[in-house]
Nanobody, 124 residues
Framework: QVQLVESGGGLVQAGGSLSLSCAAS????????MGWYRQAPGKQRELAAT???????NYADSVKGRFTITRDNAKNTVYLQMSSLKPEDTAVYYC??????????????????WGQGTLVTVAS
């Protein structure tokens, strides 16, 4: 009923920049907090950054000062601008969003939604 689709991953040299985007689609009434998580090979998925509907942001210490999360509520899209990339930033990046739908009878439903992931590889 709702989905998130990421784009923008790829290969970049250390010190370079890359931008990710994630667009939500479906019968969306509102999206609460959206975020980017990442999972490196052999490691658990971890938080990179989140942003509330009002624009309040939160970053993992490992990406503070290098990554910037923004969102466009009119487009139901969240972005992650990554700079000064390091090899340890190599991971599959997943978009997440708390999506609320509303049907014709004004019934609300909440979906904790994940995208399919996009691979970011930082070469040393």
């Amino acid at each position: 009923q709702v989905q998130l689709v990421e784009s923008g991953g790829g290969l970049v040299q250390a010190g370079g920049s890359l931008s990710l985007s994630c667009a939500a689609s479906g019968n969306i009434f509102k999206i609460n907090t959206m975020g980017w998580y990442r999972q490196a090979p052999g490691k658990q998925r971890e938080l990179a950054a989140t942003i509330t509907n009002e624009g309040n942001t939160n970053y993992a210490d490992s990406v503070k000062g290098r990554f910037t999360i923004t969102r466009d509520n009119a487009k139901n899209t969240v972005y992650l601008q990554m700079s000064s990339l390091k090899p340890e930033d190599t991971a599959v990046y997943y978009c997440n969003g708390g999506i609320i739908t509303k049907d014709a009878r004004s019934n609300y439903r909440y979906f904790d939604t994940w995208g399919q992931g996009t691979l970011v590889t930082v070469a040393s």
